[in-house]
């Protein structure tokens, strides 16, 4: 049994109309980890939640590069892009969190890829591996020390958010029946084995709830 202290903290990744059932770019299942990720938050006294927030035209956008489709890839100068249906724009019913989520006391809403040039898929950095979002700061000067993550999607922005996370130096867990994947090409197997490797720890929900 896991028992969060003052020194933990839940990221909540990106639970937002869009990527379940029904928005622009639906996660499988995605709706179906909302009520687990209310139950589970009631455990920590620290909870901070990320929100995509695109620009319209935004760069990761298929509709933004004539004669591609979404989940096409492209070459940027940041590196290899995937393109992605238009979603989560600022200030639509897309971006908008999921209404069934419940967590008065989260204490920090982060926003990510609003920069038109570049996606952001981490919580912490955006998609160059180098522009922070502030996240690191935040949590060090807090004295939180270990992350938990949940959310949409395992394969993309939890991944890189928990790999972010150890590179920041804090201690990562995926509560894994609380995220769901997108897998495009194989990538959730290899998010697994990226996370695995970097010392992203993997647990189930039942490791934290009473």
């Known amino acids: 049994m896991i028992e969060p202290g003052p020194q933990d903290v839940l990221l909540v990744i990106d639970v ?17 980890v909302v009520p687990l990720i209310n139950r589970l938050a009631g455990r920590f006294q620290h909870v901070v939640l990320t929100q995509d927030w695109h620009t319209p ?16 890839t492209i070459a940027l100068p940041y ?5 992605w249906p238009d979603h989560c724009v600022q200030g639509t019913a897309d971006a908008s969190l999921h209404p069934g989520l419940d967590i008065p006391h989260a204490e920090l809403i982060i926003r ?10 981490s919580a912490f950095y955006e998609a160059d591996g180098k522009t ?18 949940v959310g949409l999607a395992t394969d993309f922005c939890v991944a890189w958010s928990a790999l972010d ?3 920041g130096g804090f201690e990562a867990t995926v509560i894994e029946d ?17 996370m695995t490797g970097a010392g992203v720890k993997r647990v189930t929900s039942a490791a934290l709830e009473r």
């Open 165 to 167: 996370a150890r590179k």
């Open 16 to 32: 937002q109309n869009g990527f379940v059932p029904g928005g622009a770019l639906p996660v499988t299942g995605g709706d179906e």
């Open 178 to 194: 609380a995220t769901r994947g997108i897998d495009v090409g194989g990538s959730l197997g290899k998010a697994w084995q990226d």
């Open 132 to 149: 922070p979002t502030g996240l690191t700061g935040y949590l060090k000067e807090r004295g939180l020390t270990r992350a938990f993550l």
């Open 57 to 72: 035209g935004h760069v990761s956008f298929a509709s933004s590069h004539p004669g591609k489709k979404p989940f096409e």
């Open 79 to 83: 590196g290899t892009q995937v393109l």
């Open 112 to 121: 990510k890829g609003y920069r038109k040039a570049i996606d952001s898929y």
